[in-house]
């Protein structure tokens, strides 16, 4: 992806969060968010992913540093301006929904941004399309399931049609039905154009979905990349605690003992299962093209005796 063309949402600038106790939760951050596309923060617990979430989101304010949302620093929003242009949805989103139904939920924050009558069943109906939960306006959120919950806590942080969503860990403890269908949504939602930050402490979790991968270690950028260059980097994960997907992890071992060419890692299952299918393939290839065996070049015919030399060499090639 060619950042050069993307329009760029949002700017850090050696942004710094220093506890009251003095040590650094983030350390000098820098980096350019842009319009379409999914950032993954990776680190380990305590690396400072929450923290720069909540800074963005305005919950918490830096020490130092500087932020700006389409070229205006972020001191120049108001609550209700910042929350209509970045969103987070925190970890465990679902514990705070409060209900009964979908629809009492989410006309509840329709209202809470000022939207009346008409406008909040238009709302409604539009964001539960957007995170694929349209049948579920009369749905009792005590009767759904953690993955379908966490989806219904994502449209409410639609309602403000934001530019830049955050999401704290939104695929930890989700069934694959769960992690499938939210990963479909967001999907659909940088198709739209929106900017959209994603942390795990689990590297495998975001690979296949991010343009690009942030690691960080204890508050330090260690990493901006494309999810390629950072899991060739071996150095960095270790150096932030993240461990490397077991997938890639046994393509860089088949690499190293020469069963595997190319250095492309494969980033999921799917693309696992196709790189071995084609190193299978070319090997048989291959092997079928040593085991071939070469026919002698026919020799010459005179006139005379030139049936007693064909008789020849076809005996030999039958042996």
């Not at 932020?67 to 679902?94: C, D, M, T």
């Not at 219904?152 to 695929?171: F, G, Q, T, W, Y």
């Not at 950028?221 to 461990?243: G, R, W």
């Not at 020469?258 to 084609?278: F, H, N, W, Y």
Request: with cysteine; aromatic share 4%.
């Amino acid at each position: 992806m060619d950042m050069s063309e993307m329009k760029k949402v949002a700017t850090l600038e050696s942004v710094v969060f220093n506890y009251p106790a003095g040590n650094n939760a983030l350390d000098k951050i820098s980096m350019d968010l842009h319009q379409g596309e999914i950032v993954g923060l990776v680190g380990a617990n305590g690396a400072g992913k929450t923290t720069l979430m909540k800074i963005l989101a305005g919950y918490m304010e830096k020490s130092d540093g500087n932020i700006h949302y389409n070229g205006r620093s972020i001191e120049e929003f108001s609550n209700k301006k910042l929350n209509e242009f970045v969103n987070l949805v925190e970890q465990n989103p679902e514990s705070q929904l409060v209900g009964p139904t979908v629809e009492d939920e989410l006309a509840r924050a329709c209202r809470l941004m000022g939207y009346e009558g008409r406008v909040i069943r238009e709302k409604v109906d539009f964001v539960l399309k957007l995170v694929r939960m349209k049948q579920a306006k009369e749905w009792y959120l005590d009767e759904m399931s953690c993955g379908e919950r966490r989806r219904i806590a994502l449209a409410m942080a639609l309602i403000a049609d934001p530019s830049v969503l955050l999401l704290d860990e939104p695929l930890s403890d989700l069934d694959q039905v769960g992690v499938k269908d939210t990963v479909a949504t967001l999907r659909e939602l940088k198709s739209r154009g929106l900017c959209i930050i994603v942390s795990s402490h689990r590297l495998e979790d975001i690979l296949e979905l991010t343009d690009r991968v942030a690691v960080l270690g204890e508050g330090r950028l260690l990493m901006i990349d494309e999810p390629q260059k950072v899991l060739s980097n071996e150095e960095i994960l270790k150096l932030a605690s993240v461990n490397l997907p077991a997938i890639p992890r046994l393509f860089l071992r088949l690499q190293a003992d020469g069963v595997l060419a190319s250095s492309k890692l494969p980033l999921s299952m799917d693309q696992a299962v196709e790189r071995i299918k084609e190193a299978v393939a070319l090997n048989l290839e291959a092997t079928q093209a040593l085991a071939m065996p070469s026919l002698p070049e026919k020799p010459k015919e005179t006139e005379k005796g030139s049936e007693k030399e064909t008789d020849s060499v076809a005996s030999k090639i039958d042996l």
